[in-house]
């Protein structure tokens, strides 16, 4: 029983298309920000940052672009202010994280 189910789902999961793969980037980008960020940054399309000199996600395209952002990530990000951490990620973390970033560039979805 339990066999057929994964075997089921591994289907499903290699019939994914290449959209799919880019929410699930999407999805655990938000995650990762979340956990590591929210605490200080305004994560997601509206609202304040906790900590208000630290930039909302959603403005920091208007700058530069997001994916310039890789390079600090993967080195260690330092920022002018001390309040921020030092921040170094992981290839696919930083590839879920700028996907995430991208994703506030965009006109939010209609309902589903
Ligand atoms: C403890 C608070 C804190 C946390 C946690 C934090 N930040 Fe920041 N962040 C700041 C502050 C404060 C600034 C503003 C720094 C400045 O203006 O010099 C900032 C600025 C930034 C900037 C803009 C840098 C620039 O030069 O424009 C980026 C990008 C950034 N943070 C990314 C992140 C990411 C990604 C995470 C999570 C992995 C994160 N931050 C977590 C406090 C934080």
Do not use: W
Not at 37 to 45: E, S, T, V
Not at 55 to 69: C, K, M, W
């Amino acid at each position: 029983m339990r066999q057929t189910f994964g075997a089921g789902a591994a289907l499903v999961l290699a019939g994914l298309s290449a959209v799919h793969a880019q929410d699930l980037d999407i999805a655990q980008g938000r995650r990762f920000a979340e956990a590591n960020c929210a605490p200080c940054h305004a994560i997601g399309r509206y609202g304040e940052s906790p900590l208000p000199i630290a930039p909302p996600f959603r403005i920091l395209h208007e700058r530069y672009a997001v994916e310039d952002l890789d390079e600090a990530l993967a080195e260690g990000i330092v920022t002018g202010h001390p309040t921020m951490p030092q921040f170094r990620l992981e290839a696919d973390q930083i590839r879920n994280l700028i996907a995430y970033l991208k994703s506030l560039e965009r006109p939010p979805r209609a309902p589903q």
